[in-house]
């Protein structure tokens, strides 16, 4: 039976990221992906200033920069009044981080980055197609079934997703909630910024339906914008994703009629839900498998990121034989996921949807008074870009 120091289980962009931090410390390492290749729908794309010096480390950040899109700032938009209410502005993190701005790129160009990497390493294997079915553990190893393969490993990281079946092998409990709503992405070559006097990154707010806009430099490097949609409740999956409703949304964000047209849809049911556990034995959870979010604010990929790039660091302390608490991930990465991304994600989503006017001027006026305000406006973006707990 083939034995590797690490089996990291998931090839989306927080596996391979982990997958490559373990195979930069020196270890052997092979990474199990049950797609033949990468998942390119439209999913994650904001990388926050953290991550990029994460990605910088591993020697990933040119080629990342050179596939997405740099965003300086973020607006809050009132769209029915069609009027900006507050912009921040990264370049006021300067000293903070190397890296004073978010980059918007797709998180499948990431994972196939880091896989091309992976497969230069001598000591990193990447099979694709290779299925997960089963984990057992003894006190020195652990042995992962695959239909076409046993491999045995000192240490496993799960980060195969929402669906985690390491997650489930584990007996682990994925608490939290479902919204009742589903979210919409409308891809279009529509300009947003050309026509509105937006940025790359804007958020709509709306009592019925807001939306939130985002430019991505899309494959071919040409642009398109995402714009992010409410459904209601009780809307059903074909009437959100008719003709008829996709066109209302755009004319909804202001596209004339003629320029109506759509490249790509994608409607996903969101969730808010955290493993109970980080860790069992030797096999650990990382991204959507430890953790779920509503995407409002971008930050979910990213914490998934920063416990790929702490876990590898504890992993090569314990696999040198150095001093390793390996409790510390769950520890550590457990309550940060509540406090900064449970909580935040969940207090972005009702703000955007906030149906009493009263409560929306309040909102509006405080955002305007925190921008205006340089301390203020320093400490919101620290926190919204997770630097203040990275
Ligand atoms: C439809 C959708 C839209 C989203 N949109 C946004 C967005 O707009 N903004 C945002 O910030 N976030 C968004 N998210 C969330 C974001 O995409 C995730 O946070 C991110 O993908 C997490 O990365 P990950 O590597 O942990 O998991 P994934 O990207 O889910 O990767 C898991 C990988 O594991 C593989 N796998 C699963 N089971 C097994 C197995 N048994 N054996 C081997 N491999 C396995 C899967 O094929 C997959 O490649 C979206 C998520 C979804 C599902």
Redesign the pocket.
């Known amino acids: 039976m083939q034995r590797r120091n690490v089996i990291v289980?998931?090839?989306?962009?927080?596996?391979?990221v982990a997958a490559l931090a373990c195979a930069r410390h020196g270890h052997t390492v092979t990474l199990?992906?049950?797609?033949t290749r990468?998942?390119d729908?439209?999913?994650?794309?904001?990388t926050q200033p953290p991550t990029l010096e994460m990605l910088a480390e591993l020697g990933l950040i040119e080629e990342y920069l050179s596939v997405g899109l740099v965003s300086r700032t973020f607006q809050f938009w009132d769209r029915p009044s069609r009027q900006l209410i507050a912009e921040f502005d990264f370049a006021r993190l300067k000293g903070e981080t190397s890296f004073p701005y978010v980059v918007q790129t797709e998180?499948h160009k990431l994972?196939n980055m880091a896989i091309a990497r992976l497969r230069r390493m001598e000591n990193a294997e990447v099979r694709l197609g290779?299925?997960?079915?089963g984990i057992a553990q003894s006190a020195d190893a652990v042995t992962v079934a695959?239909p076409r393969s046993t491999i045995e490993a000192d240490y496993v990281i799960g980060?195969?997703?929402?669906?985690?079946?390491?997650r489930k092998a584990l007996g682990i409990e994925f608490e939290g909630y479902t919204w009742p709503e589903r979210?919409l992405?409308i891809t279009t070559k529509f300009d947003f910024q050309a026509a509105l006097g937006c940025c790359l990154r804007t958020y709509m707010e709306d009592p019925g339906e807001w939306t939130n806009l985002f430019k991505v430099a899309g494959d071919d490097l040409k642009g398109r914008w995402?714009a992010?949609f409410n459904t209601r409740e009780d809307e059903k999956d074909e009437e959100a994703l008719s003709d008829a409703a996709v066109r209302a949304r755009l004319s909804r964000i202001y596209v004339p009629e003629r320029e109506r047209d759509y490249l790509h849809l994608?409607l996903?049911a969101v969730h808010q839900r955290v493993a109970s556990h980080f860790r069992r034995g030797r096999v650990f959870l990382?991204?959507?498998?430890a953790h779920?979010n509503n995407?409002i604010g971008?930050?979910?990929?990213n914490c998934?990121i920063h416990e790929a790039w702490h876990l590898s660091a504890l992993l090569n302390r314990a696999l040198r034989g150095e001093n390793a608490d390996l409790d510390d991930y769950e520890k550590t990465r457990r309550p940060l996921n509540i406090k900064y991304v449970q909580e935040q994600t969940v207090a972005n989503k009702k703000r955007l949807e906030e149906r009493e006017p009263a409560q929306r001027a309040k909102r509006f006026a405080e955002l305007r008074a925190m921008a205006d305000d340089p301390e203020r406006h320093k400490a919101f973006l620290m926190r919204a870009a997770l630097l203040e707990r990275s």
């Open positions: 289980v998931g090839a989306g962009p927080v596996g391979t199990l992906e049950a797609q990468i998942d729908s439209p999913r994650a794309s904001t998180q994972a290779e299925r997960v079915t695959t980060a195969d997703g929402g669906r985690s079946t390491v979210f992405v995402r992010v994608n996903y990382c991204g959507d498998a779920v995407p971008g930050l979910g990929l998934g």
